[in-house]
Structure formats: structure tokens, C-alpha cells
């Protein structure tokens, strides 16, 4: 077979990454080409009344202007021939169109305050339960469901006859090719689409005045969807790149890339500002166990994510914020991880997922209320609070495990990292420690392998999953964790269960 070059658009919540996957015969390999940081933008505004609210917005046209910054590298770095081109984004957010291509407004980025209490709203327009058994999916603030209902609430006057919905990775692949469909690992977590048929529920759509024609088409991941758009194409110096249908959601492509051995033994985490954790099942569980745990049926390649979507690195990330400011110059990672280590153990836990930690103004100040309001002393060292940070992390995964697996039935004897924070060794062995499991670290970067594997398969060149699995072993290394200090970790979790149930 001769080379194929595919092309991975990673977009993720606090920056962009532009892949290239190169396929021979039974050999793999990534390359990355290009990496921008971005992140949602506060804007302080008055509305009708005159009141100021605080709105926060993403700058798509920046992230589109690295996407065609990545293709111009691509043909320096390769040649005016690329074979495809996918694209996976986090799971919420999109924009409105008119009918003739103009934008309605800015992208709202999810952790904007406007959905704040819109989950009371949708729980009182429409049963839970039956939104539930329908979507399988948990209600979480920034779930589609909200942010188009607050649409059409709110925004009304702007939704024209024509105008249509574009997710988030759709909008990117419509500014390159015009294409209007998302494929259904995306869809499914919106708590709009039926999880069974894998279209958008009528039923749901009614309950909460949502135009069925303003929803885009929805397609299973690795279908073709056209073609890069040919003044664009003509302007980079490329050919006519197929568009295929990536998992979009970045956390259906991560999952797809872990190089699990027995899905019915495997806990998988996604590492990153976000933790995804769960397990790779046949089909959707709706039980009441099942939603009274607040798991959610996400769509995968061929298989469903039975998870847990909690808090991740976003808590340290929002602290190394707080600390550029006050000193004017950023933490390196490697200095945080240095402080981390050099900390006490057990002072203090937090539950990340406590909505004080969602998106507050100061995270210093959120964790050292909290710390106050449960009656834990509270941090007096920067390298205090990133250790409690880290152990209250593991020991939720714990606790998250603890829930998948008595609702499925299958108990986890491995643990994957996949993402980013797969390099972070200290909360592996965190997790590692508090789980008592082996944990398997990589691949890095599983979202832009899974990316690529979806687009080989779509196009042909990898025949199954467990084909592609193949390759990802063959092509990284996988680091093992081993569990330790059994006992001190068993004691911590019983304190960190005492204090954050």
C-alpha cells in the first residue's frame, strides 16, 4: 500500500493541536505539526435593562486561522497531497448560522454563567427520568439540551426562518468544506439525541421548544463528508482534501485509541482538564442505578462509554491562573510537579466536582472555602493546595470506579490513562495507589491516534478496532504503574468519602 496522510484537528478547551498520521501497509506513526493555545474570553456587558453580566465567548476565527495554519505547514512539511482530514473538539458549544453563512453572534463557551441553573429549568419542562431512559446521558450545566433551550428562549429574535445549529466541530468542518452533519459520538452527548436510534429524539426536541430544522444531520464516525472547499484548497496550495467524519467528541476518539486488552476488565480514564472516566460497554444501561449514580451512555466506535465525566486538571490549571496573575509570569509544569511532591500527604480533600470548583473567580479562594466549610484546615502553601488537589482526584476516581462497576457488573483489574495527563506520573501513581489496579499510561495523544484511526477506518485502511488497536500498541510505549502504600491510601479514602458525601 502506498503512504496514505491523514490529518487530525484536536481542539480541545485550552488549546489546538494539527496531527499527521501516516499509514504503510501494517505501520503506524504520528507526527505533530503545529499547537496554538487558546481559551474562552470574559466579556462584561450590559443588556436591555442596563445590567452588566459577565459572558464568555470562544474565538473561532483564531482557531479556524490555525487550522489553515496546520494544512499551509502540512504542505510545506509534506506536499501538495493530503489524503483526509478529521476534526475532534470537547462536547459542547456550536453556533448558529443564517441561510446565507453569516454568523449569529460569538460561540458561548460552556462554563459561561447564562447556564448556571438552566438543569432545574430542563428538569421542569420535561421528566428526568424519561430524558434519561431517552438520551442516556447525565444532566450535567453544559449539556446542548440547556444551551439551545436557553436559545430559543432568550434569543429568539435572532433564530430567522433558515437558520440552522452547528456543533462545535461541525462549525470547523463548515469552514472548511461546508459541511452541516456531526457524527453521532458528539451527538449523543447533547442529552438531545436518542441513544438507541441514534437521531435526534422529536419527543425531547418538543419538550423544550427546539426547531427540529435547525439540527444538522447526524452520521456515524468515519463517514465521508465532502471535500475541502476549492478556493481554499487553491489559497493553502493542497488538493481537495476528503473531510471524514473523525469521533468528534474528543473523548470518543481518546477511548478509542486505548489499547485495552479485555473491555469488561479495563476502567478507562481520559486525562486532562476534564476526567472521563469509564468503561467501554455493548450497549446504553438507563437503569435507575444507572442515573442515580449520574453516569452517562456516550457514543463510541462500535460500542458505548459508560461514564463519569468529572473534574480534571482544570482545578490546577485555573490555580496556575490565579498565580500568574499575583506574580505576573507563569508556573512551569515541571515546577508544580516539584512543589507537589515536595508537600505533606492527606492534609486536606476536596470533591472536584463540587460545584464551587466549576468555574470560580479565584480556585485559591474556592478550595480554601471549602476547606473552611468542611472543617479541614486550610492550605497555607501553594504546594499544599496542588497536592490535595491531585490526591482528591485519585481518590474520586476511586470512588467513580467504584460506581461504574457495581452498575455494570464488571470489575475493573486495569486501569488506562489516555491524553495529556497520561505524562503526569505523580497522578498516576495516585491513581495507581488509591484504585490498588495497575495503571497503563498512553498514549499521549489517544484523541488525535483515535482521531486518525476513525479517518484510516472510514477510508478504508484499517479493517476493524482491534486492527487499529494493533497498530497503537506496535507504535507507543505504554508505562505501568504499580499500586503501593495500600494501607495509608485505604485510610484516606475513608476520610475523603467522610468528608465529601
Known amino acids: 500500500m502506498a503512504t496514505k496522510r491523514l490529518l487530525a484537528v484536536d481542539l480541545g478547551a485550552s488549546g489546538g493541536k494539527c496531527f499527521v498520521g501516516e499509514f504503510e ?122 444551551q439551545l433551550h436557553w436559545f430559543v428562549k432568550n434569543r429568539a429574535d435572532l433564530l430567522r426562518p433558515g437558520c440552522f445549529f452547528l456543533p462545535v466541530p461541525t462549525v470547523f468542518y463548515f469552514y472548511l468544506g461546508g459541511v452541516k452533519q456531526v457524527d453521532s459520538s458528539w451527538a449523543s452527548v447533547t442529552q438531545l439525541m436518542d441513544a438507541r436510534t441514534k437521531t435526534w429524539s422529536t419527543e425531547i426536541l418538543k419538550q423544550l421548544d427546539i426547531p427540529p430544522a435547525i439540527m444538522p444531520g447526524i452520521v456515524e464516525p468515519g463517514a465521508v463528508l465532502g471535500e475541502l472547499s476549492k478556493p481554499l484548497a487553491e489559497s493553502i496550495g493542497i488538493n481537495r482534501a476528503v473531510l471524514v467524519a473523525a469521533a468528534a467528541h474528543d473523548t470518543a476518539s481518546a477511548f478509542a485509541a486505548a489499547p485495552v486488552a479485555d473491555p469488561d476488565e479495563a476502567l478507562i480514564i481520559s486525562s486532562g482538564t476534564w476526567s472521563l472516566i469509564g468503561k467501554l460497554i455493548p450497549q446504553a444501561i438507563t437503569t435507575e442505578a444507572a442515573m442515580a449514580a449520574g453516569i452517562s451512555n456516550e457514543g463510541g466506535v462500535g460500542n458505548v462509554r459508560f461514564l463519569k465525566n468529572c473534574m480534571g486538571t482544570w482545578i490546577v490549571q485555573e490555580l496556575r491562573r490565579v498565580w500568574r496573575n499575583a506574580d505576573g509570569k507563569e508556573m512551569k509544569w515541571s515546577e508544580a510537579d516539584e512543589l507537589t511532591a515536595s508537600a505533606p500527604a492527606f492534609t486536606a480533600f476536596i470533591d472536584p466536582d463540587d460545584p464551587g470548583f466549576y468555574n470560580p473567580a479565584n480556585m485559591e479562594t474556592a478550595i480554601a472555602d471549602y476547606c473552611r466549610k468542611t472543617g479541614q484546615q486550610v492550605p497555607s502553601e501553594r504546594r499544599i493546595f496542588l497536592r490535595l488537589v491531585y490526591e482528591s482526584l485519585a481518590l474520586k476516581y476511586r470512588r467513580v470506579n467504584e460506581q461504574i462497576s457495581a452498575v455494570c457488573g464488571k470489575i475493573t483489574k486495569v486501569v488506562h490513562i489516555v491524553g495529556g495527563g497520561s505524562r503526569n506520573e505523580m497522578l498516576n501513581q495516585f491513581t495507581a495507589d488509591a484504585l490498588g489496579y495497575p495503571v497503563l499510561a498512553g498514549p499521549e495523544e489517544a484523541t488525535a491516534v483515535g482521531n486518525l484511526m476513525v479517518q484510516a477506518k472510514g477510508m478504508g485502511l484499517v479493517r476493524s478496532n482491534d486492527h487499529a488497536l494493533a497498530l497503537i500498541k506496535k507504535a507507543f510505549p505504554i508505562k505501568e504503574y504499580r499500586p503501593s502504600d495500600r494501607k495509608l491510601w485505604d485510610s484516606a479514602y475513608k476520610r475523603f468519602c467522610d468528608i465529601t458525601v
Open 25 to 146: 501497509r501494517d505501520h503506524f506513526s504520528l507526527r505533530e505539526i503545529h499547537r496554538f493555545s487558546h481559551e474562552g474570553t470574559s466579556f462584561y456587558l450590559p443588556g436591555r435593562t442596563g445590567e452588566l453580566s459577565e459572558r464568555m465567548y470562544w474565538d473561532d476565527v483564531f482557531i479556524y486561522r490555525n487550522i489553515v495554519e496546520g494544512l499551509r505547514t502540512y504542505r510545506r512539511e509534506f506536499g501538495s497531497h493530503l489524503d483526509s482530514i478529521g476534526i475532534d473538539t470537547w462536547g459542547a458549544d456550536g453556533h448558529f448560522m443564517t441561510p446565507d453563512g453569516e454568523m449569529l453572534g460569538k460561540i458561548h463557551c460552556y462554563r459561561d454563567h447564562r447556564l448556571d441553573d438552566m438543569v432545574r429549568v430542563i428538569k421542569e419542562r420535561i421528566d428526568p427520568r424519561l430524558m434519561y431512559q431517552i438520551t442516556g446521558i447525565h444532566f450535567q450545566p453544559f449539556n446542548m439540551s440547556n
